[in-house]
Each structure stands twice: as structure tokens, then as C-alpha cells.
């Protein structure tokens, strides 16, 4: 099986190999750095196979809506290595788009990353501000345990994981929270206004949101060409959209939306928008406060 694999991967001149007895395969220097994101993204297509049978059903008139993350759990594995390999630069683009936020988390402050998967960007901002407070949030049940596996293992004492619904949070996480985050959340969510409107709740008075979240150009017709698009629609189709669209009157969302879209959604909500930074030519953070009276 391993020489079947390296003659195809030689073949691809994904590695190189040299003439010897036996021969010897080896990856080049020049290639490492890339290998890396190209390593996580081609997980993705395993993912896209398990569960091609059941997302095909979806394009038919008389089948299932969607499907859930939670019917194919191996998905998580696979956003933990994402999360993973950019946690780092995720915090050092967004804590600086909140004025002031910086200054607050080293004095203590507590936040709250809704969606938080197994909890990667949770411990991440434990470790840098230690006098803050932070709790990591899912509904999945398997990711909030690798969570707290996680949590256990760092040794650090700032940081707490429970599994809930966003669209439905305990009255205990109404008005806890200084600083709300979701990063690749709301466009995963069947009812997204539900979630928004809870997120808004869970804020004090004077909280601060931050939505980063995946996005695509809106004009459908001008994106012939756009390798990008096609992945970021290819993804959606498999796991976004299904995921959106999984309940009975569901949005169903999915990846492919546009930073106008999320504007339009948080404009339905309860939440304060702020403003929108394009992080990435397809990502974005939008930044809201609590609304009044809320």
C-alpha cells in the first residue's frame, strides 16, 4: 500500500523520488510550506465521500432537506486540524478590530466563542490573556469533550466548555459575557436570526460581537474562473449547506453567502452593527455591539 501510494504521488510531484536499492522518497524543502494547507484541504475530500450518498439524496425533489454534522462526527477531526494550523493568526487579525479590545482582555474580561468545535481558539486565548475568563460553547457533545480533554492537558485554570444550542441558550449565559466570537458558525446554522438574537442576549450591557465568517462574491455571474468560489461552493454543497438546511424550516444558508447577506442578517437582528473588515478576499469580520434595551 505505501509503494502504490508514493508511485502516485511521485507521479503528481507531490514528492520526489531518487534511483537506489531500495529507492528513496523524499519531500523537498521548497515544498513543505505548501504541503501543509494542501494536506489539511485534501481531508476535506474524505470527508466529502462519506457522506456523498446522503447529500445526493438532498438534490432529489422528494429527499431529506440536509444533513447534520452530528450523523458523520469524522468532520470534526478534520475542522480541529483546520482550527488548528491558523488559530495563531486568527487571533493576532481579530482582537485588533475591536478598539481597546487588547487593553481589556489583558486587565480580564469574559468572552465567549459560541460554536467553539473542540475548542482550539478557547485555549489559544486562555493561554495569551491569562486574566481574562473564557468559555467555549457547542452543541456537539464530541467536540466540547475534546475540549475539556484539551483544557485538562494545558494545565490552565481560565478556561470552561458546555454544550448548548445556540439557538436556545441557558438563561444562565444571558448578560455574562464582555466579548462574543463565532468563526465559521452562523452560516452552518439552520435558523441563523435565532442564534444572533441569543448571542445579543448573552452580552453585558456595552458587549462587543465578532462574526468572522466565510463568504463568496455575491454576483454569481461574474465568478467564471474564480478557483476560490468554485472550492468555497464545492465545500458548501457537502458539508455547509446540508448542515444549514438539515431541520424543517430551516434558512439553509450554507458558505456560498455573501458579506452583503451577513450584513442583511445582522441588520434583521437584535444585534448593533458596527462595521465589516474583509480579512481575506473570501473572509470577513463583522463586528456588532448589544443592542439597546435588549
Given at each position: 500500500?505505501?509503494?502504490?501510494?508514493?508511485?502516485?504521488?511521485?507521479?503528481?510531484?507531490?514528492?520526489?523520488?531518487?534511483?537506489?536499492?531500495?529507492?528513496?522518497?523524499?519531500?523537498?524543502?521548497?515544498?513543505?510550506?505548501?504541503?501543509?494547507?494542501?494536506?489539511?484541504?485534501a481531508?476535506?475530500?474524505?470527508?466529502?465521500?462519506?457522506?456523498?450518498?446522503?447529500?445526493?439524496?438532498?438534490?432529489?425533489?422528494?429527499?431529506?432537506?440536509?444533513?447534520?454534522?452530528?450523523d458523520?462526527?469524522?468532520?470534526?477531526?478534520?475542522?480541529?486540524?483546520?482550527?488548528?494550523?491558523?488559530?495563531?493568526?486568527?487571533?493576532?487579525?481579530?482582537?485588533?478590530?475591536?478598539?481597546?479590545?487588547?487593553?481589556?482582555l489583558?486587565?480580564?474580561?469574559?468572552?465567549?466563542?459560541?460554536?467553539?468545535?473542540?475548542?482550539?481558539?478557547?485555549?489559544?486565548?486562555?493561554?495569551?490573556?491569562?486574566?481574562?475568563?473564557?468559555?467555549g460553547s457547542?452543541?456537539?457533545?464530541?467536540?466540547?469533550?475534546?475540549?475539556?480533554?484539551?483544557l485538562?492537558?494545558?494545565?490552565?485554570?481560565?478556561?470552561?466548555?458546555?454544550?448548548?444550542?445556540l439557538?436556545?441558550?441557558?438563561?444562565?449565559?444571558?448578560?455574562?459575557?464582555?466579548?462574543?466570537?463565532?468563526?465559521?458558525?452562523?452560516?452552518?446554522?439552520?435558523?441563523?436570526?435565532?442564534?444572533?438574537?441569543?448571542?445579543?442576549?448573552?452580552?453585558?450591557?456595552?458587549?462587543?460581537?465578532?462574526?468572522?465568517?466565510?463568504?463568496?462574491?455575491?454576483?454569481?455571474?461574474?465568478?467564471?474562473?474564480?478557483?476560490a468560489?468554485?472550492?468555497?461552493?464545492?465545500?458548501?454543497?457537502?458539508l455547509?449547506?446540508?448542515?444549514?438546511?438539515?431541520?424543517?424550516?430551516?434558512?439553509?444558508?450554507?458558505?456560498?453567502?455573501?458579506?452583503e447577506?451577513?450584513?442583511?442578517?445582522?441588520?434583521?437582528?437584535?444585534?448593533?452593527?458596527?462595521?465589516?473588515?474583509?480579512?481575506?478576499?473570501?473572509?470577513?469580520?463583522?463586528?456588532?455591539?448589544?443592542?439597546?434595551g435588549?
Open positions: 500500500y505505501v509503494r502504490e501510494w508514493l508511485g502516485s504521488m511521485v507521479a503528481g510531484e507531490v514528492i520526489q523520488a531518487e534511483r537506489g536499492n531500495p529507492e528513496r522518497y523524499f519531500v523537498a524543502e521548497d515544498h513543505k510550506g505548501a504541503l501543509n494547507g494542501i494536506g489539511i484541504a481531508r476535506l475530500f474524505a470527508s466529502y465521500a462519506v457522506r456523498y450518498d446522503a447529500v445526493k439524496a438532498c438534490f432529489r425533489q422528494d429527499g431529506p432537506n440536509g444533513v447534520s454534522h452530528n458523520f462526527p469524522d468532520v470534526f477531526n478534520v475542522f480541529h486540524v483546520m482550527r488548528v494550523s491558523s488559530v495563531s493568526s486568527t487571533v493576532d487579525n481579530m482582537v485588533p478590530l475591536v478598539e481597546g479590545l487588547g487593553e481589556k489583558e486587565d480580564g474580561i469574559d468572552v465567549v466563542d459560541f460554536g467553539c468545535g473542540t475548542g482550539v481558539l478557547v485555549l489559544e486565548l486562555a493561554k495569551r490573556f491569562p486574566n481574562s475568563r473564557f468559555h457547542d452543541i456537539s457533545e464530541a467536540g466540547v469533550a475534546i475540549g475539556r480533554q484539551q485538562a492537558q494545558s494545565g490552565l485554570t481560565n478556561a470552561t466548555f458546555s454544550c448548548d444550542d439557538e436556545n441558550l441557558p438563561e444562565a449565559m444571558h448578560g455574562k459575557f464582555d466579548w462574543a466570537v463565532t468563526y465559521d458558525v452562523i452560516h452552518d446554522l439552520p435558523h441563523p436570526l435565532r442564534a444572533l438574537n441569543q448571542i445579543n442576549r448573552s452580552l453585558k450591557p456595552g458587549g462587543v460581537y465578532v462574526m468572522g465568517d466565510i463568504h463568496t462574491p455575491k454576483d454569481r455571474c461574474g465568478i467564471a474562473g474564480d478557483d468560489s468554485m472550492g468555497l461552493y464545492g465545500m458548501s454543497a457537502f455547509c449547506l446540508p448542515a444549514s438546511a438539515a431541520e424543517d424550516g430551516a434558512l439553509g444558508r450554507g458558505a456560498a453567502w455573501s458579506v447577506e451577513a450584513q442583511d442578517l445582522v441588520a434583521q437582528s437584535d444585534l448593533q452593527f458596527v462595521k465589516t473588515e474583509k480579512n481575506k478576499a473570501y473572509f470577513a469580520y463583522h463586528i456588532c455591539r448589544k443592542g439597546e435588549q
